[in-house]
T-cell receptor, first 113, second 116 residues
Framework: DGGITQSPKYLFRKEGQNVTLSCEQN?????MYWYRQDPGQGLRLIYYSQIVNDFQKGDIAEGYSVSREKKESFPLTVTSAQKNPTAFYLC????????????FGPGTRLTVT | QQQVKQSPQSLIVQKGGISIINCAYE??????FPWYQQFPGKGPALLIAIRPDVSEKKEGRFTISFNKSAKQFSLHIMDSQPGDSATYFCAASAMNYGGSQGNLIFGKGTKLSVKP
């Protein structure tokens, strides 16, 4: 089955701890994205990568970091510098930028207390 | 200028009725307008998309209407069904520009409930 996997589905952390969210795709897509979704806020772009070993900041990159060492993997680290980390995080991939369809993973709900 | 404004925030429609969700934008460079559907606890999935060279696109019960002069586009769901109950997001990108402008800008979403 081709698709995007995100793990874990639910993640709980204490304030002050860094946490890494996993995103893997087997669609052979070049581009990968991380979005944050908050109630009533839509999807906001955190980071994106159009090719291996390269990534760019999105609209809300502060407090987050990423790496793209392999085509199929794009992990997101939520650092202790992120002021409001509790959210639903979505990873997506596409063959390239628009108009190529973005395929989304099932998401990870992160709760920081 | 990068925003996409979506309305209404929530919508309740009776089964068999027409659901209409509207989006407006300012950036005239936007040239690709997709709609995504998201069920609770799942990631969004592409429903239908349009480019500004056409004023309407229909796929089954779903239709996008596009008004370039007004910088507005809307999603119409005909014969709405309870299974259509989900959150719908409009989006836009300036695909011909590439770079950061080629990324999707999403509206804030509309939660649709279709009552049986």
């Amino acid at each position: 089955d081709g698709g995007i996997t995100q793990s874990p589905k639910y993640l709980f952390r204490k304030e002050g701890q860094n946490v890494t969210l996993s995103c893997e795709q087997n669609l052979n897509h070049d581009a990968m994205y991380w979005y944050r979704q908050d109630p009533g806020q839509g999807l906001r772009l955190i980071y994106y990568s159009q090719i291996v070993n390269d990534f760019q900041k999105g609209d809300i990159a502060e407090g987050y970091s990423v790496s793209r060492e392999k085509k199929e993997s794009f992990p997101l680290t939520v650092t202790s510098a992120q002021k409001n980390p509790t959210a639903f995080y979505l990873c997506a991939s596409s063959l390239g930028q628009a108009p190529y369809e973005q395929y989304f993973g099932p998401g990870t709900r992160l709760t920081v207390t | 200028q990068q925003q996409v404004k979506q309305s209404p925030q929530s919508l309740i429609v009776q089964k068999g009725g027409i659901s209409i969700i509207n989006c407006a934008y300012e950036n005239t460079a936007f040239d690709y307008f997709p709609w995504y559907q998201q069920f609770p606890g799942k990631g969004p999935a592409l429903l239908i998309a349009i480019r500004p060279d056409v004023s309407e696109k229909k796929e089954g019960r779903f239709t996008i209407s596009f008004n370039k002069s007004a910088k507005q586009f809307s999603l119409h769901i005909m014969d709405s069904q309870p299974g259509d109950s989900a959150t719908y997001f409009c989006a836009a990108s300036a695909m011909n520009y590439g770079g950061s402008q080629g990324n999707l800008i999403f509206g804030k979403g509309t939660k649709l409930s279709v009552k049986p």
